[in-house]
């Protein structure tokens, strides 16, 4: 299971948000996303939808996911 993956389950399950209830913000089908929570990492442009689908959902759920994704890569820049 790849990092994306991973975060977006530990994601959807701390914050109580179904698989169809992401798929539906996405305009996927719950396949899509059953895949990625199961373990197939997102494309790209895909986590960039899965984050904005978060953010229409919850905003706080948006922010864990992309902390849990990418971490702190711009701490300690500037």
Do not use: C
Not at 12 to 36: H, P
């Amino acid at each position: 299971m790849g990092r994306a993956s991973q975060s977006l389950r530990q994601v959807l399950e701390s914050y109580q948000i179904s698989q169809n209830k992401l798929a539906v913000a996405m305009g996927v089908s719950r396949a899509n996303v059953g895949r990625w929570f199961h373990g197939l990492d997102p494309s790209a442009e895909n986590i960039v939808e899965i984050t904005k689908a978060l953010q229409q959902l919850n905003p706080d759920a948006a922010r864990a996911f992309v902390q849990l994704y990418l971490g702190d890569i711009l701490e300690g820049e500037g």
